[in-house]
């Protein structure tokens, strides 16, 4: 039963293609993430949505776009790759809503590599 | 803003012994959780312990604890009876507990347990 769950785990494609990540939580969470690990393993967050609503979108190229169908999924969307697009992209998720201390859950990683 | 420092980039200590892993963060904002996180070499992320600001107790799960201290903005990991199983690279994170909530990572402290 995994809690938080990302496909594909491992990706590998051309510049210039398009490509999506999946990401779907099973806790009931009203909050789900997008973060990048790069190559010297430092993470950093690119979105938030909150029910389904996007409240944290840090400097990220318009090539990627989030999606939320619902507050169960979150998906990745990449445009145009580019090399340096080549990275492990996390989803995770937590519950902002009624409880302020909530632990952020992750799933297990997709691993981009852009040839 | 936040920001997490972790200042040892790597440590070793031998099977059985305890090991301290420094973390050290700013932020302005009254309450928010740090987090620490393991991530082995298969890449998942996986959530260790956590520790609010209002908390009076230093938090505990098992091998781990969290020293906090609040005056010095240092939430060092300890962990105790080191295990080979516990080689991997470690990460603190923050995340305010208003407003926007995003964990933000410092740079990460790996870890090799040696017989």
Known sequence: DTAVSQTPKYLVTQMGNDKSIKCEQNL?????????QDS????KIMFSYNNKEL????????????????????????????????????CASTQI??????????????????? | AQKITQTQPGMFVQEKEAVTLDCTYDTSDPSYGLFWYKQPSSGEMIFLIYQ????????????????????????????SASQLGDSAMYFCAMKR???????????GTRLLVSP
């Open chain 1, 40 to 43: 010297k393993k430092f993470l």
């Open chain 1, 55 to 90: 409240i944290i979108n840090e400097t990220v190229p318009n090539r990627f776009s989030p999606k939320s169908p619902d507050k169960a999924h979150l998906n990745l969307h990449i445009n145009s790759l580019e090399l340096g697009d080549s990275a492990v992209y996390f």
């Open chain 2, 97 to 107: 507990n208003t407003g926007f909530q995003k964990l933000v990572f410092g740079t």
């Open chain 1, 97 to 115: 809503s009624g409880n302020s201390g909530n632990t952020i859950y992750f799933g297990e990683g997709s691993w981009l590599t852009v040839v």
């Open chain 2, 52 to 79: 609010g600001s209002y908390d009076q107790q230093n938090a505990t799960e098992g091998r781990y604890s969290l020293n906090f201290q609040k005056a010095r903005k240092s939430a060092n990991l300890v962990i």
């Open chain 1, 28 to 36: 009931g969470h009203d909050t789900m993430y997008w973060y990048k």
